[in-house]
């Protein structure tokens, strides 16, 4: 476990480590979305807030994991709408701009609509982005590691 005091003592290095992972991550959202960050940002609220609660109460709790309730759709008939007055407000991006990216997205089929104003990620973004999910993962662990290591080789010295 990582002592907190640990990485305070060395938060400059492990900044810096971090910072860099986010800045090529944002670089590779902002391509795979062809620049429109918004749009990442929307999508990925409105994901995080259909799935938070099953994630918690059953997918995290699940013996097999939530990748095999995930891949056999378990999850789909528990989404939690939400609409885009509650994404520009958790998000602070305007309402209007919301409900523009919404469109959008459900234009290309990665949103849907689930009545008037209440909107549900669909299963394309999951498949469009599953290689670039496993990308992400790979280079948050490697640099995950990489402060790990450091933090605890400093902390040696």
Not at 74 to 86: F, K, Q, Y
Request: with cysteine.
């Amino acid at each position: 476990m990582l002592d907190k005091n640990k990485m305070r003592q060395h938060h400059l290095e492990v900044t810096y480590v971090l910072g860099r992972f986010m800045t090529e991550h944002f670089i590779r959202v902002y391509k795979a979305f062809d620049g429109d960050l918004t749009a990442a940002i929307v999508l990925g609220t409105i994901g995080q807030y259909n799935y938070r609660r099953y994630y918690a109460e059953v997918g995290e709790k699940a013996a097999e994991g939530f990748h095999r309730l995930a891949e056999r759709g378990e999850h789909l008939p528990h989404a939690r709408p939400c609409n885009a007055m509650s994404i520009s407000q958790s998000t602070g991006i305007p309402r209007e701009t919301v409900r523009r990216k919404v469109r959008q997205l459900v234009a290309k089929g990665w949103l849907r609509k689930a009545g008037p104003d209440k909107l549900i990620v669909t299963s394309l973004p999951g498949r469009h982005f599953a290689e670039f999910d496993l990308e992400t993962l790979e280079q948050f662990y490697s640099a995950a590691h990489e402060i790990l290591r450091l933090v605890e080789k400093r902390s040696r010295s």
